[in-house]
C-alpha cells in the first residue's frame, strides 16, 4: 500500500495561526525516528491558487523535525501556496506545481482516501495502490476540495476522538497504523 498525504489549504489557513500545525505535518509525514522515510510524499494544496506543493521524501533534504529547523522550509512553502514566488524547486526534493489541481490528481493518483465518520477500516484499504490521504483544517474546505475531484473517493473511518485531531496528529497516527500493517501486525 503507497500512500501519500495531502492538506488542503485555502488562503486563511496561510496566516501565522495556523503555521505551527501545517508545519508539524512534514515531520509528521517524513519522519521515521531520526530518518526520512522515502516511501513517503506531502503535499499542500491551495485549490483557490491552482498550486501544489510537492515534498518528496526520496528526494527531500535537510528536514529536522524540530520547528526551528523546519522555519525557513515552511517559509518557502507558504509563499508558494501564496503565488509570492514563482520558483518550481523552492528546497532540495520540494516542488511546485502551479496547474490544475483535478488533472494533476487523477494522473499522479488512482484514489484519494479522506477521513470520515463512516467508511472504511485501515486494514481494508491494504489492497489500494498509490492513494492520496486528504486531510485539512476544518471540514468545509476538505469538502469543496473533494468536490471537485474525479479519482474514486475512499472514507476512512476512525473513532471521533481521532477523527476531531489536528492533520499533524492524525497523520502521524495513519503512519503508524500502515507500518504495523506493513509488518503483518493488528493495525491498533
Known amino acids: 500500500m503507497v500512500v501519500s498525504f495531502a492538506i488542503a489549504t485555502s488562503i486563511t489557513h496561510l496566516s501565522e495561526k495556523y503555521s505551527p500545525i501545517l508545519m508539524r505535518c512534514i515531520p509528521a509525514t517524513l519522519m521515521l525516528s531520526h530518518d526520512i522515510r522515502r516511501d513517503r510524499c506531502l503535499l499542500f494544496i491551495c485549490k483557490e491558487n491552482n498550486v501544489i506543493v510537492r515534498i518528496e521524501g526520496s528526494r ?3 528536514i529536522f523535525t524540530d520547528e526551528a529547523s523546519l522555519l ?3 517559509r518557502k512553502i507558504r509563499l508558494a501556496l501564496e503565488k509570492k514566488i514563482r520558483k518550481k524547486v523552492i528546497h532540495p526534493g520540494i516542488k511546485v506545481y502551479y ?3 483535478a488533472s494533476f490528481l487523477s494522473k499522479t493518483f488512482t484514489s484519494i482516501i479522506f477521513p470520515d465518520t463512516k467508511g472504511k477500516d485501515i486494514p481494508e484499504l491494504s489492497s489500494v495502490e498509490n492513494a492520496l490521504y486528504v486531510l485539512s483544517l476544518d471540514r468545509k474546505t476538505l469538502t469543496d476540495f ?6 474514486e473517493k475512499i472514507p476512512l473511518v ?3 476522538s481521532i477523527y476531531n485531531l489536528s492533520p499533524d496528529k492524525i497523520i502521524a497516527i495513519v503512519n503508524i497504523c500502515l507500518d504495523r500493517i506493513t509488518g503483518r501486525l493488528s493495525p491498533y
Request: proline share 6%; net charge positive.
Open 146 to 151: 473533494l468536490a471537485d475531484i474525479d479519482i
Open 72 to 74: 525557513g522550509v515552511y
Open 158 to 160: 476512525f473513532p471521533k
Open 60 to 62: 527531500v533534504k535537510r
Open 99 to 101: 496547474t490544475n489541481i
